[in-house]
């Protein structure tokens, strides 16, 4: 039975959906389905964008915090609804938060720089502030509880990520970037900090008491990093961006080895990988939700070349005047092949395909040569899209009872049963309203 569950669970497919009426219906699907997107309950009652919704674990109930300055911790009612058994107003916007839910200690990154530390009560009907931490001196961008160290770590625009105590409050280190400190994944066991940042880049930090070491800096995306996501049981980095684009860094390989994963069409700001059916999921502004199988083969994207002539009939590009000269040629615009990543022209590349297993699930150029290679199997998508009908600002799940919730700037916060039971690795199918 436990081999038949695995085999099964291989071949699990997320439906997302919406429908006029609230419904669920559990279903096990060998491959993609066309059942539109679905939704179990929408929270509304914000004034303004809510920045973050996480899922209180084993209780019907979800955390919320907003630039309207409020957090809210919202329970569901016999009725099947979610009102608020917490409200409390701070002083500043709330932009990220981190919640531990053995401690029951939330901490709240405010607008004006500082976190805020509470204390939920058992009955989460009540909640004590415990401590405020002067973190930064602008917006606190993201942040991190750990229990093992006793540390929050945070990002903020100061440009900065700090490490503070949470026994005396006091400030252990700070480190400054170039840009905007954007998001930021930790890992308890070796206190190494993963750090995305309005350039682009993910720059891993060894953190320390009283002191740091930069370990390296991780370059790929052509935007700034919008989410981070660490699994610390395969040792692999996921990173979202404005570029749109998801990348997969295998930390634990040692090769450099990434995956480039593009299946948005606006900025990624929430990513989440499943290790237990090994699925990423991926959330962008514009309410996108692909989930990507990552239990498959994949390739990785080759390194566009330079070239000051077409690598495949030699005519010069515009910028080599030399070339142009001497053969009395008009230069031609340089383009690339996706999948060998040669520079070449546009008669040289006039094609374009799908290629999943190098991560391109949208049709994007190749050259005419390897445009002949790709056969109808390596067009098969690895991946499905489903529509979140909301602008996705925050993402979180809960694998073990299949639910994810997910906000943004429409102040709309929806929660969906989603993805895997843990005990039986069902996919369950929803539709939203």
Not at 12 to 34: C, F, T, W, Y
Not at 91 to 102: G, I
Not at 345 to 371: A, I, L, N, W
Request: glycine fraction near 6%.
């Amino acid at each position: 039975m436990v081999i038949l569950l695995n085999f099964l669970s291989r071949h699990l497919i997320v439906q997302l959906g919406e429908k006029d009426n609230i419904a669920m219906a559990a279903e096990i699907h060998s491959r993609p389905q066309s059942s539109r997107p679905v939704l179990l309950n929408k929270i509304e009652g914000h004034s303004d964008a809510v920045n973050a919704a996480v899922l209180i674990p084993k209780e019907d109930g979800v955390i919320t915090v907003s630039e309207d300055r409020t957090i809210r911790v919202w329970l569901k009612r016999d009725s099947g609804q979610y009102w608020p058994s917490i409200y409390h107003t701070v002083s500043s916007p709330c932009s990220c938060m981190s919640y531990h839910h053995d401690s029951r200690r939330i901490f709240i990154g405010q607008d004006n720089g500082a976190i805020v530390e509470f204390l939920l009560s058992e009955d989460f009907n009540k909640m004590n502030h415990v401590k405020t931490y002067p973190a930064h001196q602008n917006r606190v961008s993201d942040m991190v509880f750990s229990l093992e160290s006793e540390w929050v770590v945070s990002t903020g625009h100061d440009k900065s990520v700090s490490w503070m105590c949470t026994q005396s409050g006091s400030m252990l280190g700070r480190h400054y970037f170039g840009s905007w400190a954007s998001c930021l994944q930790y890992d308890n066991d070796t206190q190494h900090a993963f750090v995305g940042d309005y350039s682009g880049q993910i720059t891993l930090l060894k953190l320390e008491r009283q002191t740091y070491s930069t370990i390296t800096t991780l370059k790929g995306h052509e935007g700034s990093i919008g989410a981070l996501w660490w699994d610390p049981v395969q040792r692999l980095l996921f990173s979202g961006a404005s570029d749109h684009s998801v990348i997969m860094w295998d930390i634990g390989g040692r090769k450099g080895r990434t995956l480039l994963l593009q299946g948005h069409h606006e900025r990624v700001q929430a990513v989440r990988y499943l290790q237990l059916t090994r699925q990423l999921v991926s959330c962008s502004a514009d309410g996108g939700v692909t989930v990507w199988n990552m239990d498959t083969p994949r390739e990785e994207a080759p390194q566009w070349l330079d070239s000051d002539s077409c690598q495949k009939c030699e005519q010069p590009f515009f910028w080599n005047v030399k070339q142009m000269w001497d053969s009395k040629t008009i230069g031609l615009r340089q383009h690339h092949c996706r999948k060998c990543g040669k520079a070449v022209c546009g008669k040289c590349s006039s094609k374009s395909t799908t290629y999943p297993v190098m991560g391109f699930e949208f049709q994007v150029r190749v050259c005419d040569t390897c445009y002949d290679t790709v056969k109808d199997e390596d067009r098969t998508a690895l991946a499905t899209f489903h529509e979140g009908k909301h602008n996705i600002a925050f993402m979180d799940m809960d694998p073990s009872r299949g639910l994810m919730v997910t906000c943004g700037s429409d102040r709309v916060v929806k929660v969906r049963h989603t993805i895997t039971d843990r005990t039986c690795d069902l996919a369950t199918n929803l539709y939203d309203q």
